[in-house]
């Protein structure tokens, strides 16, 4: 006999098909206004501001501001993706191949989302999945369920509001616990987990099909060539956001030797702490506790970092704290994914050196995810692309603002980045619509495209030599 945790979410899976059965009628357009009204939910400024206020509350975890802007710009810029896209019926025809692909959708979506983004990855789950037509189910981190509860609530409520089934999207009830998400996992359609690697190991072994994405552990390059003034203040921008709370923060920069000294400079300038070696050890010894990280100071302000930390009184005044490493060290070291406010710098003899300490931090942490490269010299640029095992390379940008999709390059907006076989994930892409969509290919014939043998076969021969 079924257990009352099976009946839960058993009722909210119906709920949720019967919704996809109301919704399965709609064109594009009105398909994009639902999506415009999830959008609105949490774009919405006063909702935008309850709810990063709420998240800080909740959770512990970043500030008010950069949530707010997370809210928002995620938002509107996957809003800005989702309407350029089709989805519904007929999504491409390319008469010269006899080809006509039409979108489906991929059924009730189970949202796995972290406590760290408790309402902009819900709310940007749900726009993608609505988008293919589909329902969706969010299972969200026990921290952050009631910021994600009230996410739900507006979004439900704009549906209604519009016209549209506000069962396209519901909320897995309280309390969430490890067993209820693994129950709605094994039970959905799709699963699609942001967060705990246990989450997405979880997933991957339910027999489900999973969408799940790799921790990150950023390592950024400054060569020679880099506008050094112009790095420090991006990478200033770009680890204080939120904390460093986000995937994409950068967590160790790994600087040319002959610009070592100057670019450290900048970095002082824009608010970073350089510690003595006797600080590096202080900060050692509080950032990981029994080799986990420390809550004390995980996504903390800067001022209480700085006491934890036993740093200076002027330290306080600093926006983030850099730590100088000459090796690269395992789990638990400076090497490792820090979701603080500290960067470690690496010094590195040229580009060649550069790469192999890229390579070997992501190895501690982070492969398949991304690195990035402050230059004026995309030969290097190339170079990082061309020999390390990530998905994303960010030249001269803000890592945290470029890496989820930014107005100034073409990465699809996202809070989810999977990274590819190298992470254990099935995407090498950034979370988008076309992961939420079955297509079908309507293939009618067309003029025969058969090459000769000798126009396939004929570079071999010649190169063995066959008559």
């Excluded at 059965?21 to 994009?32: A, Y």
């Excluded at 507006?154 to 016209?163: D, I, K, T």
């Excluded at 890229?358 to 020999?387: F, P, R, Y």
Aim: proline share 4%; hydrophobic share 40%; charged share 25%.
């Amino acid at each position: 006999m079924e257990n009352k945790l099976d009946q839960q979410i058993d009722t909210l899976i119906d709920k949720a098909r019967v919704a996809m059965d109301l919704f399965r009628g709609e064109d594009q357009d009105n398909v994009d206004m639902a999506v415009r009204a999830l959008a609105w939910a949490i774009y919405k400024p006063e909702n935008s501001r309850l709810l990063a206020e709420m998240a800080v509350k909740d959770t512990g975890l970043g500030n008010v501001e950069s949530k707010v802007t997370k809210n928002t710009r995620k938002t509107f810029g996957t809003l800005r993706d989702l309407l350029r896209a089709k989805t519904i019926g007929e999504i491409e025809n390319k008469p010269e191949l006899g080809l006509i692909k039409y979108g489906k959708p991929v059924g009730v979506v189970g949202a796995i989302c972290p406590s760290t983004n408790p309402s902009a990855t819900p709310a940007n789950k749900a726009m993608m999945a609505v988008k293919g037509g589909n329902a969706v189910i969010i299972a969200p981190s026990p921290a952050g369920y009631v910021t994600t509860a009230k996410t739900v609530e507006f979004m439900r409520a704009e549906l209604e509001n519009s016209g549209f089934p506000p069962d396209l999207v519901q909320v897995l009830p309280s309390p969430v616990n490890k067993e209820a998400t693994q129950k709605l996992i094994e039970k959905v359609d799709l699963a699609v987990v942001t967060g705990s690697q246990n989450n997405v190991s979880r997933a991957m072994r339910s027999g489900t099909v999973s969408i799940g994405v790799g921790p990150g552990n950023v390592p950024v390059i400054i060569d020679q060539s880099a506008d050094l003034d112009d790095a420090a203040k991006k990478i200033t921008l770009s680890k204080i956001f939120d904390n460093a709370t986000s995937c994409s923060s950068e967590n160790a920069l790994v600087i040319l030797n002959n610009v070592y000294e100057q670019a450290v400079q900048s970095l002082t300038k824009e608010g970073g702490w350089l510690c003595t070696p006797e600080q590096r050890m202080k900060v050692q010894e509080k950032l990981w506790v029994n080799g986990v990280l420390n809550r004390s100071v995980i996504a903390k302000d800067a001022h209480i970092a700085a006491d934890v930390f036993g740093l200076p009184p002027e330290a306080r005044n600093s926006k983030f704290f850099m730590v100088e490493e000459k090796v690269i060290g395992g789990k638990g070291s400076f090497a490792d994914e820090k979701l603080s406010l500290v960067l470690t710098l690496y010094r590195a003899k040229d580009i060649e050196d550069a790469l192999r300490i890229t390579k070997e931090i992501l190895e501690v942490k982070g492969k398949g995810h991304s690195v990035g490269i402050h230059t004026a010299d995309m030969e290097n640029a190339n170079k990082v692309a061309q020999t390390t095992d990530v998905v994303r390379v960010l030249v001269n940008q803000a890592h945290t603002f470029g890496n989820g999709g930014g107005f100034d390059n073409s990465l699809p907006f996202t809070l989810s980045m999977g990274g590819g076989t190298w992470a254990g994930n099935t995407i090498s892409d950034n979370l988008n619509y076309k992961h939420f969509i079955n297509i079908t290919h309507l293939v009618t014939t067309i003029e025969p495209d058969k090459p000769t043998e000798e126009e396939l076969f004929g570079p071999l021969w010649q190169k063995v030599g066959y008559e």
